[in-house]
T-cell receptor, first 113, second 116 residues
Framework: NAGVTQTPKFQVLKTGQSMTLQCAQDMNHNSMYWYRQDPGMGLRLIYYSASEGTTDKGEVPNGYNVSRLNKREFSLRLESAAPSQTSVYFC????????????FGQGTRLTVV | AQTVTQSQPEMSVQEAETVTLSCTYDTSESDYYLFWYKQPPSRQMILVIRQEAYKQQNATENRFSVNFQKAAKSFSLKISDSQLGDAAMYFCAYRSPFSGTYKYIFGTGTRLKVLA
């Protein structure tokens, strides 16, 4: 009964380093999303995948790439981290056809120094 | 592009009283879904209530109800008989229809404080 699992939960990077945030869901959901949450900015959509094999840019895609590896997994990659990417990152999934509720992971707190 | 606006960064309510959180949105789509999510200090996002745009009747869930004004593109959340456990960040969200882009976007949030 895991739901949406994000790894890692915390990460500190140096400017210019790269890393991949992992997200996996076990609910057989079609659509998956990556958001960042910053104080006063709410949740901003980075990228999303409406279904396996498709990805689309959200509101703030610059500096990020994504991979929908299979139906379960949707990863977010920072190729060259910048201090402006310090944030809390959330992955979410929805079934899409019959249900519109988004299920969220616990978040990843990323600090870029 | 669709946008969601929450103009109240912070609200306070006395325990057992009623409070209304505001949300407006902009879209050119005729069919869509609107939501209110709650985020307590644990950071876990919890669905509070949802509204389908094609339904004229306002959604209710126990102490939570919405005032959905489609023409005005307004979607406010009313919390009745406020409890200490209602203290959290509240996010308004918009989802495109199944035939659309599948985008799921959120407002900037309203922090609700409940005073004992």
């Amino acid at each position: 009964n895991a739901g949406v699992t994000q790894t890692p939960k915390f990460q500190v990077l140096k400017t210019g380093q790269s890393m991949t945030l992992q997200c996996a869901q076990d609910m057989n959901h079609n659509s998956m999303y990556w958001y960042r949450q910053d104080p006063g900015m709410g949740l901003r959509l980075i990228y999303y995948s409406a279904s396996e094999g498709t990805t689309d840019k959200g509101e703030v895609p610059n500096g990020y790439n994504v991979s929908r590896l299979n139906k379960r997994e949707f990863s977010l990659r920072l190729e060259s981290a910048a201090p402006s990417q310090t944030s809390v990152y959330f992955c979410a999934s929805i079934e899409s056809v019959l249900n519109t509720e988004a299920f969220f992971g616990q978040g990843t707190r990323l600090t870029v120094v | 592009a669709q946008t969601v606006t929450q103009s109240q960064p912070e609200m306070s309510v006395q325990e057992a009283e009623t409070v209304t959180l505001s949300c407006t949105y902009d879209t050119s789509e005729s069919d869509y879904y609107l939501f209110w999510y709650k985020q307590p200090p644990s950071r876990q996002m919890i669905l509070v209530i949802r509204q389908e745009a094609y339904k004229q009747q306002n959604a209710t869930e126990n102490r939570f109800s919405v005032n959905f004004q489609k023409a005005a593109k307004s979607f406010s959340l009313k919390i009745s008989d406020s409890q200490l456990g209602d203290a959290a960040m509240y996010f308004c969200a918009y989802r495109s229809p199944f035939s659309g882009t599948y985008k799921y976007i959120f407002g900037t949030g309203t922090r609700l404080k409940v005073l004992a």
